[in-house]
T-cell receptor, first 114, second 114 residues
Framework: GAVVSQHPSRVICKSGTSVKIECRSL??????MFWYRQFPKQSLMLMAT?????????EQGVEKDKFLINHASLTLSTLTVTSAHPEDSSFYIC??????????FGPGTRLLVL | GENVGLHLPTLSVQEGDNSIINCAYS??????FIWYKQESGKGPQFIID?????DKRQGQRVTVLLNKTVKHLSLQIAATQPGDSAVYFC?????????????FGQGTTLQVKP
């Protein structure tokens, strides 16, 4: 299957700071990228969908000004958690799709906000 | 949201036995389904997929069955091994669009006893 990377794999930050997570498709062009968050022992919750060069589409209840998504190229999307708070602590996962329906996922980023 | 924050059900099997993991989906318009495996602290890994015009598909040691009448999907793992221990999610593409937006099931934890 296709390979997606995420960086960083783990980040600890202070409350009020912003954190940027990168998602890269390494061996395919991801025309669409998806961002999910996952709490312990729960399923993946879709946060937003982004197409290269377009504004992201956010799911209901997800604050677009808090979770900034940029999809500037076919191989890179970034998620910035602005003014992070402890309740934002979670496992963030990106998925990439290259025009087909199958979505391939990154290894995830563990965010801990103190 | 689409997913409910329920704790994941657990299936415990003996090494070497066959495992059957079940999933119910809600939208009869869904036409593409995927099974993912997620190990602790990692992103979901593609296992196998099936389209709605099929009722069975086989891979290496895995078989997916689709029953559209009762909107039920199952994943069968033959000769389960300790490395199969993980959380398994079914996911569906709703509708016939190519947006690739996946809706995840709640997941099942598979524990393999040696």
């Amino acid at each position: 299957g296709a390979v997606v990377s995420q960086h960083p794999s783990r980040v600890i930050c202070k409350s009020g700071t912003s954190v940027k997570i990168e998602c890269r498709s390494l061996d395919f062009q991801a025309t669409t990228m998806f961002w999910y968050r996952q709490f312990p022992k729960q399923s993946l919750m879709l946060m937003a969908t982004s197409n290269e060069g377009s504004k992201a589409t956010y799911e209901q209840g997800v604050e677009k000004d808090k979770f900034l998504i940029n999809h500037a190229s076919l191989t890179l999307s970034t998620l910035t958690v602005t003014s992070a708070h402890p309740e934002d602590s979670s496992f963030y996962i990106c998925g990439g799709a290259g025009g087909q329906e199958t979505q391939y996922f990154g290894p995830g980023t563990r965010l801990l906000v103190l | 949201g689409e997913n409910v924050g329920l704790h994941l059900p657990t299936l415990s099997v003996q090494e070497g036995d066959n495992s059957i993991i079940n999933c119910a989906y809600s939208n009869s318009a869904s036409d593409y389904f995927i099974w993912y495996k997620q190990e602790s602290g990692k992103g979901p890994q593609f296992i196998i997929d099936i389209r709605s015009n099929m009722d069975k598909r086989q891979g290496q040691r895995v078989t997916v069955l689709l029953n559209k009448t009762v909107k039920h999907l199952s994943l069968q793992i033959a000769a389960t091994q300790p490395g199969d221990s993980a959380v398994y999610f079914c996911a569906e593409i709703r509708g016939s669009s190519n947006t690739g937006k996946l809706i995840f099931g709640q997941g099942t934890t598979l524990q393999v006893k040696p």
